[in-house]
């Protein structure tokens, strides 16, 4: 019996995937359980159509998040901080910070996909590695600097 996973199953396919299964395992297991549908011609040619569409959404949803990886590596964040002895600073800059700064100046990127190599805890320029889409990854450059007025 052939069948259309409508769901990833393990040891078997993925979405979409078009799979010859025993009669008793399609019929009384993946149909009835909505995880698969029966393969017939009309489906199988939905099944490819839906397949095409998802690849040309995933290409164009590339292509938008390497145009945005382009404009934030172009970028630079300036932070300003208070600093002690040895220009640390007073606390650290997080992925939070980063991603607020990024919403003031109109991007929406979540916290989480921001990765830092290493803690900012002291002055100086440091790079964020940001995970827009599965492909695609941009690198922001991010400077600390002093706040006025500090007294040493």
């Known amino acids: 019996m052939k069948v259309i996973l409508l769901q990833d199953v393990d040891h078997l396919g993925e979405k979409g995937e078009i799979h010859e299964v025993a009669n008793g395992y399609g019929r009384n297991y993946l149909i009835p359980q909505g995880i698969a549908r029966l393969a017939t011609d009309g489906a199988i040619k939905q099944a490819r159509e839906e397949q095409r569409q998802a690849a040309r959404k995933q290409a164009a ?5 390497q145009d945005l990886a382009d404009e934030l590596e172009d970028m630079q964040v300036v932070f300003t901080a208070k600093v002690g002895e040895d220009n640390r600073i007073f606390g650290t800059v997080t992925t939070q910070q980063i991603a607020v700064e990024l919403a003031n100046r109109g ?6 996909s921001i990765d830092l190599d290493e803690d900012i805890r002291e002055v100086g320029t440091y790079t ?5 889409h599965p492909k695609v990854k941009a690198k922001l450059s991010i400077q600390v600097i002093p706040e006025t007025g500090a007294d040493f």
Do not use: F, N, V
Not at 107 to 112: A, H, L, Q, S, V
Not at 128 to 132: E, V
């Open 61 to 65: 949803k590339a292509d938008e998040a």
């Open 107 to 112: 991007y929406e990127i979540d916290r989480r």
């Open 128 to 132: 964020a590695h940001i995970q827009l």
